[in-house]
C-alpha cells in the first residue's frame, strides 16, 4: 500500500442515516488530504457504509478500497465485490487468538493510516480502537 491512507472505524450498528456525512467525509479525505488508499473490515453497518462511500468516490477518484482480513485467508476468506481492489491480512496474525483477531488486524490498520473516519458513540471495541488512534495521533474525523 502506497499514499496517504484512510482507516475506519465505527460500530456494527450504526444507523444508515449517517451515509451521506460519511460520504462527504471520504470526499475530503481526498481532496483536502489527499488520501489515496482506503482500508475497510467486513463486520457491520458501518463498514458496509464505509466501503459503498469508498466505492462511489472511485468513480470520480484514482483511490484504492482494500479489505481488511482478521482471519487467515485460507481458513475464512469472504465474498469480495468488485468494489474492492485487493484484500490485506495483518502480518504475524497466525498465533493471535480467533476471540483478538479483529482487535488485532484494527490496531494494524491504525498503525498504517495516517487518517482514520470514525463514528463512535457508546463504551466497547470502537471506542478503545479511537483512544488507542488518539495516542498514536492519527487524524481523526468524526461523524456527528
Same mark, same amino acid.
Given at each position: 500500500?502506497?499514499?496517504?491512507?484512510?482507516?475506519?472505524?465505527?460500530?456494527?450498528?450504526?444507523?444508515?442515516?449517517?451515509?451521506?456525512?460519511?460520504?462527504?467525509?471520504?470526499?475530503?479525505?481526498?481532496?483536502?488530504?489527499?488520501?489515496?488508499?482506503?482500508?475497510?473490515?467486513?463486520?457491520?453497518?458501518?463498514?458496509?457504509?464505509?466501503?459503498?462511500?469508498?466505492?462511489?468516490?472511485?468513480?470520480?477518484?484514482?483511490?484504492?478500497?482494500?479489505?481488511?482480513?482478521?482471519?487467515?485467508? /485460507?481458513?475464512?476468506?469472504? !465474498?469480495?465485490?468488485?468494489?474492492? @481492489?485487493?484484500?490485506? +491480512?495483518?502480518?504475524?496474525?497466525? $498465533?493471535? *487468538?480467533?476471540? /483478538?483477531?479483529?482487535?488485532? !488486524?484494527?490496531?494494524?490498520?491504525? @498503525?498504517?493510516?495516517? +487518517?482514520?473516519?470514525?463514528?463512535? $458513540?457508546? *463504551?466497547?471495541?470502537?471506542?478503545?480502537?479511537?483512544?488507542?488512534?488518539?495516542?498514536?495521533?492519527?487524524?481523526?474525523?468524526?461523524?456527528?
Amino acid at each position: 500500500m502506497n499514499g496517504n491512507i484512510c482507516f475506519f472505524i465505527g460500530h456494527r450498528n450504526t444507523p444508515w442515516e449517517i451515509f451521506p456525512s460519511l460520504c462527504n467525509a471520504v470526499e475530503k479525505c481526498i481532496t483536502e488530504s489527499g488520501v489515496t488508499e482506503f482500508i475497510v473490515g467486513h463486520y457491520g453497518d458501518f463498514d458496509s457504509m464505509a466501503a459503498r462511500a469508498v466505492a462511489d468516490a472511485k468513480k470520480k477518484h484514482q483511490v484504492r478500497l482494500t479489505l481488511l482480513l482478521p482471519y487467515h485467508p /485460507a481458513d475464512r476468506y469472504p !465474498a469480495v465485490n468488485e468494489n474492492f @481492489d485487493g484484500t490485506f +491480512y495483518p502480518p504475524n496474525m497466525e $498465533k493471535v *487468538p480467533r476471540k /483478538a483477531a479483529i482487535v488485532r !488486524a484494527n490496531r494494524y490498520a491504525v @498503525d498504517m493510516s495516517e +487518517y482514520i473516519i470514525s463514528y463512535v $458513540k457508546y *463504551p466497547g471495541n470502537s471506542r478503545k480502537l479511537i483512544e488507542y488512534a488518539l495516542r498514536k495521533k492519527n487524524h481523526i474525523i468524526e461523524i456527528k
